[in-house]
């Protein structure tokens, strides 16, 4: 025992720390479980009663002025490395993230209603009937409920794949009492042929407005104020048009003018570019969600997001906006 521990005391004065990788060395060589001072102290586990009392303090000092080396070492190692560090020199250049243009056009079309008081909402992509279809007036029939147009889910048909944002509406609808202001952001998706124009998910911003004596002049109004905040577009038109969920329903088309051959590709030559569905809340809708249509109005407004990308950025294909290749992604 007196000889083991000479050679460990003897080893643990000549080992030279000078860096974390000989601190790392020393630890394994002495410190570690398979280390020699544990090694020690199993050989003193096996000692009799009276040589334990004569090793005890011994190999517990040992143990402790090798604990003692291993914490100064590594923190002289430590000095060292920082020493070495140059602080004056130049910072190597990290890539940049950048956002993707879906979600830096959602969210200045947040910014500019909630100038207005909108709040945002969203609700689940797997939506049941009631709030993607009944509740928004869909007849039994419609062929949007059909399989050509929708996603069901095979175990449950009851369920589908949300085909527009008009569902959080209801959702909303249900949960709130008016003033309701809200715009409710999220993916969409269809059962369509992909191509260079459409896809079968894409992205809608859904606005919807309830209180007492809201009119067909309050929603022009709002429209407007967004193509204004938007687009930097003053003139707006608004074509009869039909939703099931509401009425009188309209297009709105806002006046993009005829400046350049872009602006005539975009609006085939017309100069009016169509931005989104919208109208007045049908009763119907308002009395599903439990709002009494006697006495609250609101109008309601729906857009798509990859539209409006394709065309503030003149991207040629909607796919790629859903691909994520970073050559494409790293231009925004
Ligand atoms: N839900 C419609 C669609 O999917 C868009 C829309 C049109 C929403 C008119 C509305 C609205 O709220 O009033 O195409």
Not at 125 to 136: P, V
Not at 209 to 236: P, R
Not at 267 to 277: A, F, P, R
Not at 299 to 306: D, I, K
């Amino acid at each position: 025992m007196n000889e083991q521990i000479a050679n460990i005391e003897k080893a643990i004065s000549a080992f030279h720390i000078g860096s974390s990788e000989d601190a790392e060395q020393f630890r394994l060589t002495f410190l570690s479980r398979k280390g020699q001072i544990p090694a020690l102290f199993e050989a003193f586990k096996l000692l009799p009663g009276d040589e334990k009392r004569l090793y005890g303090k011994t190999i517990n000092a040992l143990k402790q002025k090798a604990e003692n080396i291993y914490k100064e070492g590594v923190k002289s190692a430590n000095q060292k490395q920082q020493q070495s560090v140059d602080y004056t020199r130049a910072v190597k250049d990290l890539p940049f993230g950048s956002r993707h243009p879906l979600s830096v056009i959602r969210d200045e079309i947040i910014d500019i209603f909630a100038r207005i008081g909108f709040d945002v909402s969203y609700g689940p992509e797997i939506e049941d009937d009631w709030h993607n279809f009944s509740a928004l007036n869909f007849p039994e029939e419609h062929p949007a409920r059909d399989m050509q147009d929708t996603f069901f889910v095979e175990k449950d048909p009851d369920f589908a794949l949300r085909t527009h944002t008009s569902s959080v509406q209801v959702r909303v609808m249900e949960n709130t009492a008016p003033p309701i202001r809200t715009i409710s952001p999220g993916r969409v998706y269809r059962n369509e042929a992909i191509s260079a124009r459409s896809h079968c998910f894409f992205h809608q911003i859904e606005g919807l407005y309830i209180d007492k004596d809201v009119s067909f002049a309050d929603l022009k109004q709002t429209i407007l104020y967004f193509a204004e905040q938007f687009f930097g577009k003053s003139k707006i038109r608004m074509r009869p048009s039909y939703f099931p969920f509401t009425e009188p329903s309209a297009e709105v088309d806002v006046y993009w003018g005829l400046n350049n051959e872009v602006d005539y590709r975009l609006t085939k030559g017309t100069g009016w570019l169509e931005i989104m569905g919208c109208g007045m809340v049908d009763p119907a809708v308002l009395q599903a969600s439990n709002i009494d249509p006697e006495v609250y109005s609101g109008f309601a407004f729906g857009m798509g997001v990859e539209r409006i990308a394709l065309n503030r950025y003149q991207i040629p294909d909607i796919r790629m906006l859903s691909e994520n290749d970073m050559r494409f992604l790293k231009q925004f």
